[in-house]
């Protein structure tokens, strides 16, 4: 399988948004999970976000429900996190996982097969 590959990380000041896309074309014909994780050093990957292809259902850890979201183009080809009203604790690398499995999608590092290599995001307060 293709790695997915991610971009859109950056620099924000605090109650600022950022979008990350990911590049998921070797997964668009899949309805497995899709996700996106984040790790800060000395800690876990934590899972952020999925999205279960097969019917759009779209979850999320209780740290980001309501700030961010979780979508993917019409082709299935890219997936994206829209992050809104950043903090600081939010600064993390990103990561986008893909072959989840079938829905309903577990936001756990061990049910994700594919990684991409991440993106840095770094929120100032």
């Known amino acids: 399988q293709v790695q997915p590959v991610e971009s859109g990380g950056g620099s924000v000041q605090a109650g600022g948004s950022l979008t990350l896309s990911c590049a998921t074309s070797?997964?668009?014909?899949?309805?497995?999970?899709l996700g996106w994780f984040r790790r800060v050093p000395g800690k876990e990957r934590e899972g952020v976000a999925a999205?279960?292809?097969?019917?759009?259902?779209?979850y999320y850890s209780d740290s980001v429900k309501g700030r961010f979201t979780i979508s993917q183009d019409n082709t299935r080809n890219t997936l994206y996190l829209q992050m809104n009203n950043l903090k600081s604790d939010d600064t993390a690398m990103y990561y986008c996982?893909?072959?989840?499995?079938?829905?309903?999608?577990?936001?756990?590092?061990?049910?994700?097969?594919?990684w991409g290599q991440g993106t840095q995001v770094t929120v100032s307060s």
């Open positions: 996982a893909a072959d989840g499995g079938r829905g309903p999608c577990r936001l756990r590092e061990n049910a994700f097969s594919y």
């Open positions: 070797g997964y668009s014909d899949s309805n497995y999970c």
């Open positions: 999205i279960y292809p097969g019917d759009g259902t779209t």
